[in-house]
């Protein structure tokens, strides 16, 4: 069976700190990678999505993502984070298993 | 260009009943995709619906069933609800042409069900 951990459940940080969200899948075979994001109020929406290619993929609003294969490993960053960011994140894996999510990370960052 | 919408918003049920959740895919897109994200937790896949069919299934009993239209819109139908089922469920649509069983899927604002 496929799994997904995201081992940080709530982050805090000041502004322009520098942020690294872990995501750890347990597959083996193919997958497709994802980060949404949950702002407060509002609806999941995609961060970055990683399908092949350079590993190392950008998203919106100055997010990256890092897929390491031999790591299982497709950690989440951003070099100088923002009040705005506040939010829920989630890391999300497709596989033969079909698609699952972590349980989220909440992030608070302080003015 | 609206997005996904979900109705209703919110929903009280007690044990044993019945519940019926829509959604309209947005527009352009022809797949749904039925999610239920219990407190605390990320969403858990129910079930895939493209050309009026169910496509793929999470691991979930028999009592969800679901139901895709012409118009693409859908509706999760939960029978014999139990005090587990309390969650927000979520749809997301995308497009079955875009390549991918699960490429990138828009998401709507969720239904609230209470099951008291």
């Known amino acids: 069976a496929q799994s997904v951990s995201q081992h940080n459940h709530h982050v805090i940080l000041s502004e322009a700190a520098s942020l690294e969200l872990g995501c750890n899948y347990s597959?083996?075979?193919?997958?497709?990678l994802f980060w949404y994001v949950q702002y407060p109020g509002q609806h999941l929406q995609l961060l970055l999505k990683?399908?092949?290619?350079?590993?190392l993929v950008k998203g919106i609003k100055g997010f990256e993502a890092e897929f390491i294969k031999s790591k299982f490993s497709f950690n989440l960053r951003k070099p100088s984070v923002q009040w705005s960011d506040t939010a829920e994140y989630f890391c999300?894996?497709?596989?033969?298993?079909?698609?699952?999510f972590g349980a989220g990370t909440r992030l608070t960052v302080k003015p | 260009d609206a997005g996904v919408t979900q109705s209703p918003t919110h929903l009280i049920k007690t044990r044993g009943q019945q519940v019926t959740l829509r959604c309209s895919p947005k527009?352009?897109?022809?797949?749904v995709s039925w999610y239920q994200q219990a407190l605390g937790q990320g969403p858990q896949f129910i079930f895939q619906?493209?050309?009026?069919?169910?496509?793929q299934r999470g691991n979930f009993p028999d009592r969800f069933s679901g139901h895709q239209f012409p118009n693409y819109s859908s509706e999760l139908n939960v029978n014999a609800l139990l005090l587990g089922d309390s969650a927000l469920y979520l749809c997301?649509?995308?497009?079955?042409?875009?390549?991918?069983?699960?490429?990138?899927?828009?998401f709507g604002p969720g239904t609230r069900l209470t099951v008291l």
């Open positions: 997301a649509s995308s497009s079955g042409l875009a390549g991918g069983v699960f490429d990138e899927q828009f």
């Open positions: 597959y083996g075979g193919t997958v497709n």
């Open positions: 990683y399908f092949s290619g350079d590993p």
């Open positions: 999300a894996v497709i596989s033969d298993f079909g698609m699952r």
């Open positions: 527009s352009g897109h022809d797949t």
């Open positions: 619906y493209y050309e009026e069919e169910e496509r």
